[in-house]
């Protein structure tokens, strides 16, 4: 019914960027929180950003000031810019959003890889 798919990864050198795109789509009614989550090898799964309906934010404190979280909400798609980014960052990124079909649900993308060189 509901779909979240993540674009953007890849490899990128220390101090470079990449820009996470998660796009929403299926029978959606409303969306409110949405969020970008990693998981690097033998870790939990943590919270990286987090936005709001109206655009407030949440920031991890590990990278703050370096990432930016936006939404489209016209375009039910969330973004990450990942600036300055560092070897700790590299995990596989999740986007996740409370999205309202019958009900509100908590939604998952399939992951989305980010490796960082040294």
């Known amino acids: 019914q509901v779909q979240l798919v993540e674009s953007g990864g890849g490899l990128v050198q220390a101090g470079g960027s990449l820009r996470l795109s998660c796009a929403a789509s299926?029978?959606?009614?409303?969306?409110?929180?949405m969020g970008w989550y990693r998981q690097a090898p033998g870790n939990q799964r943590e919270l990286v950003a987090s936005i709001t309906r109206s655009g407030s934010t949440n920031y991890a404190d590990s990278v703050k000031g370096r990432f930016t979280i936006s939404r489209d909400n016209l375009k039910t798609t969330l973004y990450l810019q990942m600036n300055s980014l560092k070897p700790e960052d590299t995990a596989v990124y999740y986007c996740?959003?409370?999205?309202?079909?019958?009900?509100?649900?908590?939604?998952w993308g399939q992951g989305t890889q980010v490796t960082v060189s040294s």
């Open positions: 299926g029978s959606i009614f409303g969306i409110n929180d």
């Open positions: 996740n959003a409370d999205v309202y079909v019958t009900r509100w649900d908590t939604y």
